[in-house]
């Protein structure tokens, strides 16, 4: 189960942190990944984080938000972060944390096993 929290209404330019807390105790084994839906969009991939079992963390971001958001986990903490900073507008939208044990295909959506129920963001200009 994941569970999202930290969306809420910002201004343009502004910064938020989500954070994703999973339950159960294999959550390190999983590459977590954030997605977007805005209104009459399909969902869309934002940024996912792998980890190689050791020190390594891998990051991937799609382009329009690299520079501006920062994808992090804490495995002891079974909880994965979005920062995001430099808000704008087109940001605006539900915001899904999930989990999948494929590291390869962390851009696709289909390859997802676990959703969390999604969290509001809502930037004004």
């Known amino acids: 189960q994941l569970v999202e929290s930290g969306g809420g209404l910002v201004q343009a330019g502004g910064s938020l942190r989500l954070s994703c807390t999973a339950s159960?105790?294999?959550?390190?084994?999983?590459?977590m990944g954030w997605f977007r839906q805005a209104p009459g969009k399909e969902r869309e991939f934002v940024c996912a984080?792998?980890?190689?079992?050791?020190?390594?963390?891998?990051?991937y971001y799609t382009d329009s938000v690299k520079g501006r958001f920062t994808i992090s986990r804490d495995n002891a903490k079974n909880t994965v972060y979005l920062q995001m900073n430099s808000l704008k507008p087109e940001d605006t939208a539900v915001y899904y944390c999930?989990?999948?044990?494929?590291?390869?295909?962390?851009?696709?959506?289909?390859?997802?096993?676990?959703w969390g129920q999604g969290t509001q963001v809502t930037v004004s200009s």
């Open positions: 999930a989990a999948t044990i494929d590291s390869f295909r962390v851009r696709e959506l289909q390859a997802y096993n676990y």
């Open positions: 159960g105790r294999t959550f390190r084994s999983y590459a």
């Open positions: 984080i792998t980890w190689d079992g050791a020190r390594t963390y891998y990051t």
